[in-house]
């Protein structure tokens, strides 16, 4: 059973989130938060979601897991104008999910959960290095390495102190540094991973919007982007698998 | 819930049958570097390929990433999934991660376009390991085949099958008797999860099963022409060679031309006669069928036909590879040389304003004598290419020779005269006079 209010915004940013790598998902819902873990088809980036019951206006809810179309939900984003309210109502063991917004009554078939993949493992690797810096400035960077290249490297120097990201294209180079004045925090270890900038595209249109995003990187290692939403009510984690550079 | 996957072997020991594969395949992911070239494992369904896979996977504490025929398996969709996987390091922190690719001998129809080309790119530039899954080799591209490690999964003999069914009886508190699973496990012909769906099929709502619970439920019928000459040969019963005629969907025409074509390997005269003499009793009643239009007379034909084979064979088996009838190349490089013949008398013709009939008739033998005489020329005059050439020279080498000395020759010119004199006019008025 689900019975909640939400600000569109707010719903939008979660799911914007999600459909940054999967089209559909098992969201499960608990009474005191809505949660998700999801990879991404090629298996090389993961999203884990959760939105607590604060987010929410009002909310009221069992446990419970659904399967979300969210190449569906991210349609009908569209049709909702900034502000509005959300109404989200689903009886007890139902299949069908209303949303209600603006006049509008939609109701959503929900997807049988097992034809959804199952919920990935949380992955146990340690990553050393950490920065934090504005969303922004993160966005800023993926799109100004995409310019020249389809990838781009992340590191941290510790000797001369700053975290840098280097797009190598065939003939164009682009590098950016930032000193521990410049961003938030840095932990000073020697880290460096190669990353598909595919995905980072798609994951930077989200993280754009955060305040501040922790990344958490290795060598050659998964890249960990960590940020919250909603006044620290909703918190999202990517993960990101490196590309293996051909010797 | 369905056995096959809930009893599917974690590890490569639970694999039943296959062992040298089986090692192989585990040498191979022990020492694997991007360098070593993908596997591909091909057999008939049910002897473990996917199965090894997974487990392989599983025991090296890899990764896995499936694609199978029924996801989408575009070019772009190849790219996208297997592509950015085999380029990128595993997301949970594994070692490498298993790029599995299933039924790869299906990668054709609309659907999959390009996919074979994109596969192939795939696997020139991949970083993890990969193996592709086929059921039939000869049906997976020869572009991808040639740059792949095949490794054949063969059936699973009966006895070694039996150990596994009793486990699975076992685990689901099934009391079954020896005989019962002697009799499943002969039926699937080595299928493993054929047996298994036969045993799963068998024991809904029982606890105790007897062989008479297995009556209902029988393996598909799926027999390919291979199969059924193996069976004539090996002189197995004869309304079980009907039957698997039948399953073949091969027309009758078609099945005596092959038992035709696989007389060769009866040992002497008497049983090559004695076959003849079966295979001419079937053609006449193939005869009678078209005739009088009266296709009942078709199964008279093909029962004649694998029957009367099979008494000739006498139960000897077969030893040598099963090919295609070679009547069938003989009438199709017939064929092509008819066609090439018909050119070229077309050519002539009208080059010389002889009737086709009358060329063929009269003038071909005073033709080639001209020919030998001055091929060069001809060639140039008559635009022939290598067969064509070959019809009068009967020599292959020395034709394709002399059309690619002339093709030579008239680059050479061409280089020359473009910078001056658009090329030279040879309308038929022009070169004619050389001949008469």
């Given amino acids: 059973m689900l019975k909640a209010t939400i600000d569109a915004d707010i719903f939008r940013e979660s799911i914007d989130a999600i459909a940054a790598l999967v089209t559909e998902c098992r969201m499960h819902v608990e009474p005191d938060r809505l949660y998700t873990r999801a990879v991404d088809t090629a298996n090389v980036a993961m999203v884990s979601l959760q939105v607590k019951k604060e987010a929410f206006e009002t909310y009221q809810a069992t446990k419970e897991e659904l399967g979300l179309d969210i190449a569906k939900l991210k349609n009908m984003l569209g049709m909702m104008g900034k502000g509005d309210k959300l109404d989200l109502s689903l009886p007890e063991g139902g299949h069908r999910m209303e949303i209600a917004f603006n006049r509008y009554r939609y109701a959503l078939t929900l997807l049988d959960v097992n034809t959804i993949r199952k919920d990935p493992n949380p992955p146990t690797i340690e990553l050393p290095g950490k920065v934090i810096l504005t969303g922004e400035a993160l966005q800023a960077a993926i799109k100004a390495a995409s310019m020249v290249s389809d990838k781009i490297a992340l590191g941290i120097d510790p000797d001369n102190k700053f975290f840098y990201m280097v797009a190598e294209g065939d003939t164009d180079h682009i590098r950016l540094e930032l000193g521990q004045s410049e961003v938030e925090s840095l932990t000073l270890v020697e880290v460096r991973s190669l990353f598909s900038l595919d995905y980072l595209k798609d994951m930077g249109r989200v993280m754009g919007k955060a305040e501040k995003v922790e990344i958490h990187l290795g060598v050659n290692h998964p890249v960990k982007f960590s940020f919250d939403f909603a006044d620290r009510n909703g918190h999202i984690d990517y993960l990101l698998a490196p590309r293996i550079e051909a010797e | 819930m369905d056995w096959t996957e809930k009893y599917r072997p974690r590890h490569i020991r639970d694999l039943v049958g296959n062992i040298g594969v089986l090692q192989t395949m585990v040498s191979w992911a022990q020492s694997w570097s991007p360098k070593d070239r993908p596997l591909i494992l091909y057999g008939k369904p049910g002897t473990g390929k996917t199965s090894a896979a997974h487990a392989l996977a599983g025991d090296m504490g890899w990764d896995i990433i499936e694609l199978n025929a029924s996801d989408q398996r575009t070019k772009a969709a190849l790219e996208k999934i297997a592509g950015s996987s085999a380029l990128t390091a595993p997301l949970s922190g594994a070692e490498h991660k298993l790029i599995v690719l299933d039924e790869v001998d299906n990668l054709h129809g609309t659907a999959d376009r390009g996919g074979a080309k994109a596969l192939l790119d ?144 009866l040992p002497d005269y008497q049983r090559v006669a004695q076959a003849y003499r079966s295979l001419r009793r079937a053609d006449l009643y193939l005869g009678r069928t078209i005739r009088r239009q009266y296709y009942l007379l078709w199964r008279y034909a093909q029962a004649i036909a694998v029957i009367g084979m099979a008494e000739a064979a006498q139960k000897q088996g077969i030893h040598a590879r099963i090919s295609p009838p070679t009547r069938w190349q003989r009438i199709g490089s017939a064929r092509r040389q008819r066609a090439i013949r018909g050119d070229l008398l077309h050519r002539l013709s009208s080059r010389y304003h002889i009737p086709e009939r009358v060329l063929r008739e009269e003038y071909l033998t005073l033709f080639s004598l001209l020919v030998e005489h001055a091929p060069e020329h001809y060639v140039l005059e008559l635009d022939l290419d290598a067969d064509a050439l070959n019809l009068f020279l009967h020599d292959r080498e020395r034709s394709v020779m002399i059309v690619k000395k002339v093709k030579e020759e008239g680059a050479a010119r061409e280089k020359m005269a473009t910078s001056r004199a658009p090329r030279k006019d040879t309308s038929p008025g022009g070169t004619q006079s050389t001949l008469f």
């Fill in chain 2, 122 to 265: 795939i696997i020139k530039k991949t970083q993890q390991p990969m193996i592709l899954i086929a059921n039939i080799l000869q049906d997976v591209p020869a572009e991808l085949r040639s740059r792949c490690e095949p490794l054949q999964f063969r059936s699973i003999q009966a006895r070694s099958l039996i150990p596994r069914l009793r486990f699975i009886c076992a685990a689901e508190h099934l009391q079954c008797s020896d005989t019962l699973l002697e009799e499943v496990s002969t039926r699937a012909e080595g299928d493993v999860r054929a047996a298994i769906t036969m045993l799963q099929a068998a024991a809904i709502g029982k606890k105790v099963l007897t062989p008479q619970d297995l009556s209902s439920s029988s393996k598909d019928e799926r027999s390919t022409i291979f199969d059924l000459i193996g069976a004539v040969f090996r002189g197995r019963s004869h309304e079980e060679l009907v039957r698997q005629a039948q399953a073949t969907g091969e027309t009758p025409e078609r099945i005596v031309q092959w038992l035709e074509g696989s007389v060769g390997l």
